[in-house]
């Protein structure tokens, strides 16, 4: 039996990636657990994860974070605190300028951006910090952006992708479109097993 070097070549080089894959994460998770102000069990992250600082930043159990998401603010000291078994996803950005809190299982899907602050309509305003809370099991969709007149998303709604959310979403909502707007709602759990 004769030995294709093609399929030896792939399968040597998805063996390097797995091996550089978890090594990242690794070093990535050791890398956080010794800047974060608290780090719960059990959370990890990929590499390229970046928090502008991470002194002010709080991450709950079984976390997961993907490469490419971005922690930012304006302001010094601005706090994020994220529950437990919250997920977020790749390329993410989280301005927490006025402070962000996120709820314990929310998966905030590729490409989201999420603002906590405005500068009206001057761009060279000092910003204006709005404080936001993500509640528990909120999904929000890719490539949605949560503008920070939206201070409070309501526990268990559904974000659509794409959908640009200006104002506050209900509990249990499912909201999409831009302007976003509620167009369902989500049973919670104990309802869609009855």
Request: include cysteine; aromatic fraction near 6%.
């Amino acid at each position: 039996m004769r030995c294709n070097p093609i399929a030896v070549i792939y399968w040597f080089c998805r063996v390097i990636a797995v091996v550089y894959r978890r090594g990242g994460i690794v070093v990535a998770t050791t890398m956080h657990r010794a800047t974060l102000k608290r780090m719960g069990r059990g959370s990890r992250f990929q590499l390229g994860v970046r928090f502008a600082d991470p002194s002010s930043v709080s991450v709950g159990r079984d976390c997961y974070f993907w490469r490419g998401c971005d922690v930012s603010s304006e302001r010094r000291n601005a706090q994020l605190v994220i529950g437990d078994k919250a997920q977020i996803n790749r390329d993410v950005h989280l301005d927490i300028t006025g402070g962000l809190n996120i709820g314990d299982g929310v998966t905030i899907s590729e490409n989201v951006v999420v603002y906590t602050h405005d500068h009206g309509l001057d761009p060279h305003s000092a910003a204006m910090a709005l404080p936001k809370t993500i509640e528990a099991d909120v999904w929000i969709g890719m490539r949605a952006v949560i503008l920070p007149q939206c201070q409070n998303i309501g526990h268990g709604a559904v974000i659509g992708a794409g959908a640009i959310v200006t104002r506050d979403v209900p509990v249990y909502a499912v909201v999409a479109g831009n302007p976003a707007r509620v167009i369902g709602q989500r049973l919670p759990v104990a309802q869609e097993v009855a």
